[in-house]
């Protein structure tokens, strides 16, 4: 019986999303939580308002986070070529931004 796992605590909404999207990508099914608690400020502590990544199966959260990890390390100035097209994208760019194709290859485990 697999249960839900955290795996991410995201500094913002914008990059919950994105670690969602890239989980997602990857197959990896997760759910965003405390995104409304943002408004909350001044009842709980501030990091209990940041966004969190869970995995809706535990047996997934080792890849998820060797994902995520991975995808934190890239710098925004580093390049990947696209293996469609050979277009040059972003590092952080999960599909190419020419043709549309997945690069999220680059971050299986
Ligand atoms: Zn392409």
């Known amino acids: 019986m697999p249960a839900m796992k955290r795996v991410h605590i995201a500094p913002t909404l914008i ?5 969602a999207d890239l989980l997602g990508s ?3 099914p ?3 939580f405390n995104v409304n608690a943002a408004g ?9 308002a940041q966004p969190e990544i869970w995995v809706d199966d535990d047996s997934q959260a080792a890849r998820a986070r060797e994902i995520l990890a991975r995808h934190a390390s890239m710098r925004a100035d580093e390049e ?30």
Request: glycine share 10%; proline share 6%; with cysteine.
């Open 30 to 32: 997760n759910h965003i």
């Open 15 to 19: 990059d919950a999303q994105l670690a």
């Open 80 to 109: 990947q070529s696209c293996p469609h097209c050979g277009e040059t994208n972003p590092a952080h760019f999960l599909s190419c931004w020419h043709c549309g194709n997945a690069l999220a290859g680059r971050f299986s485990v």
């Open 40 to 48: 909350a400020l001044g009842e709980v502590p501030f990091v209990n």
């Open 26 to 28: 990857l197959g990896i």
